[in-house]
């Protein structure tokens, strides 16, 4: 089962998992966005809002379980976001994830084991402004996947943490433009630096379907890490972030900010 399947990530997952065998659910909050979810045979389409416990019903079996539905909001800093909005992100990205989760770990006990993998952020591991609110609400979930995956280990079910850098998506498009905090004066400087270097790493930029063959490919790696990329830019934070003194890492990165 992938949740937020019906665009992106979410959607190239399904796909290429179904591509794979898999009898697939792409689930998500609307279920005429996935009408025309394109694949081979094995994928339906099931309507599931994370944020509404009575919609989640997981299949018997289910063996594997993409935590991928969630949402973004305004880049503001800390001192501007509304409370309101740290609610909503972590109403979709952390709780509802959690209600998910919570209900897909008696069922894999029961069918014998299986992967829960759950997508992040390849931001947490920068400190990268006017992201404070989203990245918290990934972290969260970076967090929860460590208790969880000592946790459940026991029972045969490993747990993956995905930590995309910037996938041709379309929450991805509709960012690309400048952060909301350039309409604050203080930040102004700042939110334009960011901006300039935004169209630095276009180049990197990674297709969906690849993206998904490499988050598969981890689903099916029995014996692999906790956490990886699946392009190449989030794959070279992670190399740095793991060969580096963490210390060292953050103060580095607050610098080039500063």
Not at 112 to 137: E, K, W
Request: negative net charge.
């Amino acid at each position: 089962m992938v949740t937020g399947a019906s665009r992106g990530i979410g959607r190239a997952i399904a796909i290429e998992l179904a591509a794979r065998g898999f009898d697939t659910v792409a689930s998500m909050r609307n279920t005429a966005d996935g009408e025309d979810l394109p694949g081979p045979s094995g994928i339906r389409v099931e309507r599931l809002d994370v944020t509404d416990p009575s919609s989640i019903a997981l299949p018997d079996g289910l063996r594997v379980l993409v935590n991928n539905a969630g949402v973004e909001s305004d880049n503001l800093p800390v001192e501007h976001m509304p409370l309101e909005s740290w609610q909503r992100l972590f109403a979709t990205n952390v709780f509802g994830l959690v209600e998910v989760t919570k209900r897909a770990v008696p069922t894999m006990r029961a069918a014998g084991g299986g992967v829960i993998c759950n997508i992040t952020s390849s931001s947490t591991l920068a400190p990268v402004p006017f992201l404070g609110t989203y990245r918290a609400s990934k972290a969260a979930v970076t967090a929860i996947g460590e208790s969880l995956a000592a946790e459940v280990a026991q029972f045969g079910i490993r747990v993956i943490e995905i930590m995309p850098g910037p996938i041709e998506t379309e929450m991805l498009a509709a960012s690309d433009r400048p952060s909301a905090a350039v309409e604050h004066a203080e930040y102004r400087e700042l939110a334009e630096r960011l901006w300039e270097g935004r169209q630095g790493i276009r180049a990197s930029y990674t297709p969906a379907g690849e993206a998904a063959r490499r988050i598969v490919d981890a689903i099916c790696d029995d014996d692999g890490p906790l956490r990886y990329g699946c392009d190449d830019l989030s794959e070279g934070m992670l190399a740095g972030w793991n060969g580096t003194d963490n210390a060292q890492w953050v103060r580095g990165m607050l610098r080039s900010f500063s």
